[in-house]
């Protein structure tokens, strides 16, 4: 779980970064090729490659999450049960054994 954590952290943080840093590289004319373009030109290009940027990380980070093994993670059983007997009572009208779902009817 640690692991899952780490990467979701460090995509969420170079999707902060990476589009405020391609901003500020854009308006204070630190990116070579920026100083020639127009101000209308600078803020459509700074703009449209910062969500550029933003989508190469999600899909990094659906690639990662791709690539993670599917056997390490076992869903809880009695989760797995509540699960089951929800099905069961709304595809066949029986009433659920839980207290709290009694509460609710």
Do not use: R
């Not at 979701?8 to 630190?30: E, Q, R, T, V």
């Amino acid at each position: 779980m640690a692991g899952v954590m780490q990467k979701f952290l460090i995509a969420s943080m170079f999707m902060w970064i990476l589009p405020i840093a391609i901003l500020y590289g854009f308006n204070n004319d630190l990116l070579p090729g920026s100083t020639t373009l127009t101000p209308h030109s600078l803020t459509l290009l700074s703009g449209f490659l910062a969500v550029v940027s933003v989508n190469v990380v999600i899909v990094f980070y659906i690639c990662l999450a791709l690539k993670e093994p599917t056997d390490k993670h076992k869903p809880d059983a009695s989760f797995v049960a509540e699960a089951k007997d929800s099905v069961k009572k709304l595809t066949t009208g029986v009433t659920s054994t839980d207290p709290a779902l009694k509460k609710e009817e």
